[in-house]
C-alpha cells in the first residue's frame, strides 16, 4: 500500500509510521469484459459472490470457492478459468502466500498467445474478438517475483507491463477513441507507474521515481492533485522542502481555481488532500500544533479520513499528550472498524500503549483478541508485537 510521506518514520523508538495512501487499489470486477453485461455474474459464474468476499477481505473463502468451482467443474468458459484464476492468485497474494500464488502464475501459458483470445473459440463468443486475459492478472504476474525477494525480475516485469499499457493507450488514441476505453488505460498506467514507484521508493531510488513522475505529467498534463501531492511527499524525502511546497501549493491552486473534484476525487476528498498536505509541511516544521488543526479538518468532513487519523494521533504523542494520541486512535477503531483497521495505525497504537502503561502487554493483547474477531483475512497480525 503507497505513502503520504513515504517511509517517514519518528526518530524515538518505539517507531511510529505516518500512515500511507494507497495509490495502488486492484481491481478484478472490470476486467476483462465490458458493461454490456447486465451483472457481474453475467460475466462469470457466480463472480458477484466471489467478489463480494474479495470486498469483505474473506481470503480464505475466495481461495475456497474458486476451488470448489474447480473441482465440480463449475467454469465452462475458458474465459472463467482467467477470471477464477485471478481471485485465486490475489487472494495467495493477500494471504502472503507468494510462492503458491507464484506457482498459480506458472500454470499460465504466454498471456499474449492466441489460446487466451475470444476468436480463438467462436462457437462459444460469437462476433466477439480480443485478449480474454483480465487486467489484473497482468498486473499480478508482475509483480508476485519482487513479494518473493526477486525485485529486480519484478521491475522487469513491471516496466514491460508499463510499455504493453502505453501501447495500447496509443493505439486507442490512433483510432479516435477517448472515449471510456481510452480513459481506462491511461488510470492503468497511472497504476502500474505508481508499482514501479513503490519498489523504487523502498530501495530509496529517489531520482527514478521523480523521472516517473515527470514523464506522467509530460504524457498527461499536470493537474491530477494525487500525483502531484506524490511528487511532492518524494521531494520530502530528499529533503527538498521548498519544491515540496510548491507541489502542494499547486494542489492547492488547482482547488481555488474551482476544480472542486478532480478524477477519482471528490470535493471532500480534494480539500481533505489539500489539509493533509500543510499538515505534513507542519509535520517536518514539528509545528505539531498546527497539523493537528489541519488534521482536525480532514475529519471533521470525513470521519473515515484514517490517515488524517492516524498523523493527528502521532502529533499529539510529538506534543507529550499521549492520553490522547490514544484516544483518537481507539475512537477510530471503535466508529469505522473496516477504515481504520489497519496495520500501521495498530502499530503505531501499540507504541503508544508501550510508552503509556507499565502492563501494556495486556493492553496490547485485549486489542490483539478484537482484532482476531474483525479482521479481514490479510490483516497481518503480529503487527501487536505480543
Known amino acids: 500500500m503507497a505513502s503520504e510521506l513515504p517511509d517517514s518514520r519518528t526518530q524515538s523508538p518505539p517507531d511510529p509510521e505516518t500512515l500511507t495512501t494507497d495509490l495502488e487499489t486492484l481491481t478484478l470486477s472490470n476486467d476483462p469484459l465490458t458493461d454490456q453485461f ?26 475456497d470457492k474458486v476451488g470448489r468451482a474447480r473441482a465440480l467443474s463449475l467454469l465452462q468458459k475458458p474465459h472463467d478459468h482467467l477470471t477464477y484464476l485471478s481471485y485465486n492468485v490475489l487472494a495467495l497474494m493477500k494471504l502472503r502466500r507468494f510462492a503458491e500464488a507464484s506457482a498459480e502464475l506458472d500454470s499460465l501459458e504466454d498471456l499474449d498467445g492466441s489460446q487466451y483470445r475470444y476468436e480463438s473459440y467462436p462457437n462459444v463468443y460469437l462476433n466477439r474478438t480480443g485478449s480474454m486475459v483480465p487486467f489484473s492478472l497482468r498486473w499480478l504476474r508482475a509483480i508476485v517475483p519482487a513479494k518473493l525477494g526477486r525485485r529486480q525480475d519484478g521491475l522487469d516485469r513491471l516496466y514491460g507491463l508499463l510499455g504493453f499499457v502505453r501501447t495500447k493507450v496509443e493505439e486507442k488514441e490512433n483510432a479516435g477513441d477517448l472515449g471510456v476505453s481510452v480513459s481506462a488505460w491511461r488510470k492503468r498506467e497511472f497504476f502500474v ?34 500525483l502531484i501531492s506524490k511528487l511532492g511527499y518524494i521531494q520530502m524525502q530528499i529533503g527538498d522542502l521548498e519544491g515540496a511546497k510548491s507541489s502542494f501549493n499547486r494542489v492547492e491552486g488547482l482547488m481555488k481555481e474551482g476544480e472542486k473534484s478532480c478524477g477519482s476525487l471528490s470535493e471532500i476528498q480534494f480539500r481533505n488532500l489539500v489539509n493533509r498536505n500543510k499538515a505534513l509541511v507542519y509535520l517536518v516544521g514539528k509545528d505539531y500544533v498546527s497539523a493537528v488543526r489541519e488534521y482536525d479538518e480532514c475529519i471533521e468532513r ?29 475512537n477510530a477503531l471503535e466508529r469505522v472498524p473496516t477504515v481504520a483497521l489497519n496495520e500501521t495505525l495498530v502499530v503505531n497504537l501499540c507504541s503508544m500503549y508501550e510508552l503509556a502503561y507499565v502492563n501494556h502487554s495486556d493492553v496490547k493483547r485485549t486489542l490483539s483478541n478484537w482484532i482476531v474477531r474483525v479482521a479481514p483475512d490479510d490483516f497481518d497480525s503480529s503487527c501487536t508485537r505480543i
Not at 306 to 312: D, H, M, S
Open 38 to 63: 447486465g451483472s457481474l455474474n453475467n460475466l462469470s459464474h457466480e463472480l458477484a459472490s466471489l467478489q463480494d468476499l474479495a470486498l469483505r477481505g474473506s481470503w480464505r473463502s475466495v481461495l
Open 193 to 226: 507507474t505508481n508499482s514501479i514507484i513503490g519498489l523504487h521508493l523502498s530501495n530509496k531510488e529517489f531520482p527514478v521515481c521523480l523521472s516517473l513522475i515527470k514523464e506522467l505529467f509530460k504524457r498527461d498534463g499536470s493537474s491530477d492533485p494525487v
Open 302 to 330: 470525513d470521519h473515515t479520513d484514517v490517515v488524517a487519523v492516524n498523523n493527528k494521533a502521532l502529533c499529539l504523542m510529538y506534543l507529550r499528550d499521549l492520553s490522547d494520541s490514544i484516544k483518537v486512535l481507539e
